[in-house]
């Protein structure tokens, strides 16, 4: 079992059952206590977790579990490669500068990027950043700061200094959730700097998230759909949510 998958495993028997015990998770999982208090630490530093001695309690703050890699990696997976097909037509042109977003169906966009098409590409992604580097004509800067479990992004006020002084063509964003009155949303406020931060850079904002995302709102709003320039999302998508979007003059490829 991954590191990620594990530390899903944990949140969600945190949430169901308040309290874990280091003790019994390392024999249930055939892994180290040591290795079980770095996954407690993890949740911890994301607001899920309150380790005590022995194992750890629900955070008193969790009001929604925010699904890890692992989970969201298999949700929806054939929506999420034909929304990034849809995306990859709007990479710009050789020698163009992009930068990537965290998450699934942006990990899907990298498997649409051609091996000859010379790119700037800049991200906070380490699971992205990993697998660009196995494209010869990427070149590629990763964002530091500090990486969240959760998403395996990083965020914090060094990543979003570093943004300052760029200005790329095209963002390709992700999102939680997306209202015409809260915009697009996260669970996480550093989340949602960071997302805040990435879409300030770019000439064009295109977001990619398949039509569950239309479901409901999160906490930190990053975007209002005014900040939308082309929205690509799947054939699930309302006709209320098409026209909710282009009445702010966002563009909806429907895949």
């Given at each position: 079992?991954?590191?990620?998958?594990?530390?899903?495993?944990?949140?969600?028997?945190?949430q169901?059952?308040?309290?874990?015990?280091?003790?019994?998770l390392a024999?249930?999982l055939?892994?180290?206590?040591?290795?079980?208090?770095?996954?407690?630490?993890?949740?911890?530093?994301?607001?899920l977790?309150?380790r005590?001695?022995?194992?750890a309690?629900?955070?008193?703050?969790?009001?929604?579990l925010?699904?890890?890699?692992?989970?969201?990696?298999?949700?929806?997976?054939?929506?999420?490669?034909?929304?990034a097909?849809?995306?990859?037509?709007?990479?710009?042109?050789?020698?163009?500068?992009?930068?990537?977003?965290?998450?699934?169906?942006?990990?899907?966009?990298?498997?649409?990027?051609?091996?000859?098409?010379?790119?700037?590409v800049?991200t906070?992604?380490?699971?992205?950043?990993?697998?660009?580097?196995?494209?010869?004509?990427?070149?590629?800067?990763?964002?530091?700061?500090?990486?969240?479990?959760?998403?395996?992004?990083?965020?914090?006020?060094?990543?979003?200094?570093?943004?300052?002084?760029?200005?790329?063509?095209?963002?390709?964003?992700?999102?939680?959730?997306?209202?015409?009155?809260?915009?697009?949303s996260?669970p996480?406020?550093?989340?949602?700097?960071?997302?805040?931060?990435?879409?300030?850079?770019?000439?064009?904002?295109?977001?990619?998230?398949?039509?569950?995302?239309?479901?409901?709102?999160?906490?930190?709003?990053?975007?209002?759909?005014?900040?939308?320039?082309?929205?690509?999302?799947?054939?699930?998508i309302?006709?209320?949510?098409?026209?909710?979007?282009?009445?702010?003059?966002?563009?909806?490829?429907?895949t």
């Open positions: 079992m991954y590191a990620a998958e594990r530390q899903q495993l944990l949140a969600e028997r945190l169901a059952d308040g309290r874990l015990s280091v003790v019994d024999e249930e055939s892994v180290s206590s040591e290795t079980i208090r770095r996954d407690l630490a993890v949740l911890e530093r994301d607001g977790a309150q005590v001695h022995g194992g309690v629900a955070s008193r703050a969790l009001t929604i925010e699904p890890g890699l692992a989970q969201r990696t298999t949700t929806n997976a054939d929506q999420k490669e034909r929304i097909r849809a995306a990859a037509d709007l990479l710009p042109a050789e020698n163009g500068s992009i930068v990537l977003d965290a998450g699934t169906t942006i990990s899907h966009l990298v498997d649409q990027i051609p091996l000859d098409h010379p790119l700037t800049i906070h992604a380490i699971p992205i950043a990993a697998k660009l580097t196995a494209i010869p004509s990427v070149n590629l800067h990763v964002l530091g700061g500090r990486v969240r479990g959760v998403t395996a992004a990083a965020v914090g006020q060094t990543m979003v200094d570093s943004l300052a002084g760029l200005h790329v063509d095209v963002c390709f964003l992700a999102t939680n959730a997306a209202t015409p009155e809260h915009g697009l996260t996480d406020a550093e989340e949602a700097a960071a997302k805040r931060a990435l879409v300030s850079c770019a000439r064009m904002v295109v977001v990619l998230a398949d039509s569950s995302k239309f479901s409901g709102e999160h906490v930190f709003s990053f975007a209002s759909y005014d900040d939308i320039d082309v929205f690509v999302t799947d054939d699930g309302s006709a209320d949510d098409v026209a909710a979007l282009e009445a702010h003059k966002v563009k909806v490829v429907v």
